[in-house]
């Protein structure tokens, strides 16, 4: 957990559990659980075994009998396995069957740890982790070296005998796989599709993870479709030119034939249609005088680097603009900073002091570096890793937050302030001493565990207890999820080379994010580099704007009741 951000949302979550519980209109007394999964040779006690996941996040609130619960245990010998897995299975059926089964998917379509190729009748079983899946578990583990490549997992077979089952997906990462699932061929190429043969299954999507279902990417066809409104109209035809690889100039009415969109060209002339869709993206470009001026400018980040990856060229167009700016880091960031970075900081520290003369520093910088050397090596030692003792955690936040200072100090007069978590409270401080007029905030609305839409929750509602008159301009940007379209944008600010130099400078600061024990390791500049030269090749392809330079998206919101919504007036 960063500042304790998780244990603030699950105890938001559970705490409707407990009031329904003490009030006796749920009682789990009489529940019986089977667990999905474990990672092979974990002990149960280690934080990210779902043994202990389990008891830390339902078990442990919950009057659910110990001797009803079931959870596939990792430290099983080898040679038990098969009998551990079969007696599992008895269990199982000697319970009665599974009445519900709830599951998640991975981005490579396995459900429970059975991985792509799993057979539709596979049991109970020991199986290998599939290298997307070990990836995806770097978030947790922090280090692809700790992860277990193994799991004791139920099988396709076992889970299918379940009588509901129901699968929870959410975020734009999962939307293809989602996608495959429910319209793709039912095959072991994605297991998740086997479900297609469940008398009694449904899925929950977000719609983020529901984006590329048909209904949703190209809702005309269920009829009833208002293309009255020119963002629709602005929707299907950037669909049509991105399905036929064609700028939207060169579509002919035999691609919207083919897309079923006849109905949307017949009531609009097709050479008006595509004049008003490539005016309606050109008008979102704005030039430096369209944004803030003078004015007191807050930016909120999640970590230490998200408004460099995203906002890195506008901070500079805003200082430009003689603003005053505030950038405010919501989460210490230390779960991804790795071990390496805490040796560098210590070694440095020690030579400092020797440097200095200190003698009494001299012998504190010994007893730290041995403390933490000693403590690497036993961290070494381990299969699995251990959480930080504290003198690492602490030396983990201070270098995130010497980055950030470093990046906005090479960008210009850019005051740093570092929150305590996603605490209401502490936001709302904020907004009162610094009186900002305006706000850009992160707002990746995808994940709904992610610090990035935790944070963003804990922004809605501190900008609620604005007067609705004093309410700042509210600003949204993206990091870890996929940019707004430009369709969805409100303003897409366009970069030159200077300025994009400049961020990518400012982002070498954060030495520590720019390298990570993963299969598909990446920089986090070229990550930077990747979203808005993406979105320039895009306006020029499919609108013919000839802009060649890097382009940001921004989305403005208003706040109301906790909720969001585009503001009417813009």
């Not at 809702?219 to 009833?224: E, I, M, S």
């Not at 909120?300 to 603009?321: M, R, Y």
């Amino acid at each position: 957990a960063e500042d304790g951000i998780r244990d603030v949302e699950r105890s938001r979550g559970l705490g409707d559990v407990y009031k329904r519980q003490k009030e006796g209109k749920v009682d789990f007394s009489q529940v019986i659980t089977f667990n999905l999964d474990e990672y092979y040779e974990l002990p149960p006690t280690h934080e990210n075994s779902y043994n202990r996941f389990m008891d830390d996040n339902l078990f442990n609130f919950i009057n659910v009998k110990r001797e009803n619960i079931h959870v596939p245990q990792g430290l099983v010998p080898p040679d038990k396995i098969d009998a551990f897995c079969q007696n599992y299975e008895e269990a199982i059926k000697k319970a009665g069957g599974v009445d519900i089964q709830l599951l998640g998917i991975g981005r490579d379509g396995h459900i429970g740890f059975n991985e792509p190729l799993s057979k539709e009748d596979s049991r109970m079983r020991l199986v290998e982790l599939d290298p997307i899946t070990l990836n995806d578990a770097v978030r947790e583990f922090s280090n692809i070296k700790l992860i277990p490549t193994k799991a004791i997992t139920m099988g396709v077979g076992t889970i299918m005998e379940a009588k509901k089952v129901i699968l929870i997906a959410t975020g734009d990462h999962k939307a293809s796989i989602i996608k495959e699932s429910v319209e793709g061929e039912c095959s072991g190429k994605v297991v998740a599709s086997y479900l297609q043969k469940h008398k009694n299954t449904t899925f929950y999507l977000d719609k983020a993870a529901a984006s590329e279902l048909t209904k949703i990417s190209r809702p005309w066809l269920a009829g009833g479709f208002d293309w009255s409104k020119v963002e629709n109209r602005a929707k299907a035809v950037c669909f049509v030119s991105e399905q036929q690889k064609k700028a939207i100039e060169g579509l002919e009415m035999k691609d919207f034939e083919l897309h079923s969109l006849l109905p949307l060209v017949q009531a609009h002339e097709l050479g008006n249609l595509k004049k008003e869709i490539i005016s309606f993206l050109k008008a979102k470009i704005i030039p430096i005088d369209h944004l803030p001026t003078k004015q007191k400018v807050l930016v909120l980040s999640p970590h230490s680097d998200d408004e460099f990856i995203s906002l890195g060229g506008t901070l500079q167009k805003l200082l430009a603009n003689s603003n005053e700016i505030m950038c405010a880091h919501m989460t210490s960031g230390t779960s991804s900073v790795e071990d390496c970075e805490v040796q560098k900081f210590i070694y440095a520290k020690q030579l400092h002091d020797v440097a200095t003369g200190d003698k009494a520093a001299v012998q504190k910088s010994l007893e730290l570096v041995g403390k933490i050397t000693a403590f690497l090596q036993k961290k070494r030692e381990s299969r699995f890793g251990f959480p930080d003792i504290e003198e690492m955690t602490a030396i983990k936040s201070i270098v995130r937050n010497a980055e950030a200072i470093s990046a906005c100090n090479y960008l210009g007069n850019i005051t740093c302030a570092f929150l305590p978590g996603a605490k209401v409270d502490a936001i709302w401080e904020l907004f009162k001493t610094f009186k900002p007029t305006v706000i850009y905030a992160c707002g990746d609305l995808t994940d709904p565990n992610s610090p990035h839409r935790i944070c963003w929750r804990a922004i809605q509602k501190a900008y609620a207890n604005f007067p609705e008159k004093e309410k700042p301009q509210l600003w949204a940007y993206r990091t870890d999820s996929p940019d707004y379209h430009p369709v969805e944008a409100d303003y897409l600010i366009p970069l030159s080379n200077i300025e994009v130099t400049a961020k990518h400078n400012a982002l070498l600061f954060h030495q520590s994010q720019n390298y990570k024990h993963t299969q598909d390791s990446f920089q986090i500049m070229k990550k930077a580099e990747k979203r808005q030269d993406n979105l320039a090749k895009y306006l020029k392809a499919v609108s013919y704007t000839h802009l060649t330079m890097p382009t940001i998206p921004l989305v403005q919101i208003s706040v109301v009741a906790g909720s969001f919504k585009k503001n009417k007036q813009q």
